[in-house]
């Protein structure tokens, strides 16, 4: 199976900052035939289902806001929230689709300074 | 709009079987296959495979083989998952999720206690 490891698992933060999660896998993600990186960021608040933020690596879901970016490419990626809102408090989990069984990284808990 | 919405907490002894339930609407339900994810508590999420709504093919990690069972009734657009004779490390809150992830359930908390 696809390792997905996350960092840092904690970040505590003052609104207004940017933040940077970083997700290394343990093998390239990259599919040759759709020329796409294969991993997807996800946001989940207590007691909710995770909500799909972006896919292919940089492509933001229809509705999240343009202050989460995600970039990189083979093994290396990173979600950057720019100017962190309280609303966006929250656990966040990469997952790797390029091979199956799909697998997620241990979480980032995003927390208030 | 596309919802899954999932049956309610269940509580459950070791041994017993539980059946969780997963009703979608908003969209032609075998038109986009049916994912099931486990997550315990504080920790993070495990895909346990999917199901072909259309032909029924169902597909399981390796974790997940032998106790767990999906099924559909399609004329009712439900997708379900069965774990058989439930062990303490079962409880968790487990998740269906559209093919593409873009769309899930509100999860189901299974509690195992004797």
């Known amino acids: 199976d696809i390792v997905m490891t996350q960092s840092p698992s904690s970040l505590a933060v003052s609104a207004g900052e940017t933040v940077t999660i970083n997700c290394k896998s343990s093998?390239?993600?990259?599919?040759?035939?759709?020329?796409?990186?294969?991993l997807a960021w996800y946001q989940q608040k207590p007691g909710q289902s995770p909500k799909l933020l972006i896919y292919?690596?940089?492509t933001r879901e229809s509705g999240v806001p343009d202050r989460f970016i995600g970039s990189g490419s083979g093994t290396d990626f990173t979600l950057t929230i720019s100017s962190v809102q309280a609303e966006d408090l929250a656990n966040y989990y990469c997952?790797?689709?390029?091979?199956?069984?799909?697998?997620f990284g241990a979480g980032t808990k995003l927390e208030l300074k | 709009q596309i919802q899954l919405v999932q049956s309610g907490p269940e509580v459950k002894k070791p041994g017993e079987s539980v059946k969780i339930s997963c009703k979608a609407s908003?969209?032609?339900?075998?038109?986009?296959?049916m994912q099931w994810l486990k997550q315990a508590q504080g920790k993070s999420l495990k895909w346990m495979g999917w199901?072909?709504?259309?032909?029924?093919?169902?597909t399981y990690a390796a974790d997940f083989t032998g106790r767990f069972v999906f099924s559909l009734e399609t004329s009712a657009s439900t997708a379900y998952l069965q774990i058989t004779n439930l062990k303490n490390e079962d409880m968790a809150t487990y998740f269906c999720?559209?093919?593409?992830?873009?769309?899930w359930g509100q999860g189901t908390l299974v509690t195992v206690s004797s």
């Open positions: 908003g969209y032609t339900f075998t038109q986009a296959g």
């Open positions: 997952q790797q689709y390029y091979d199956t069984p799909d697998t």
């Open positions: 093998q390239s993600l990259f599919g040759s035939v759709r020329q796409k990186n294969y």
């Open positions: 292919l690596a940089s």
């Open positions: 999720a559209r093919w593409g992830f873009a769309y």
């Open positions: 199901i072909n709504t259309n032909t029924g093919k169902t």
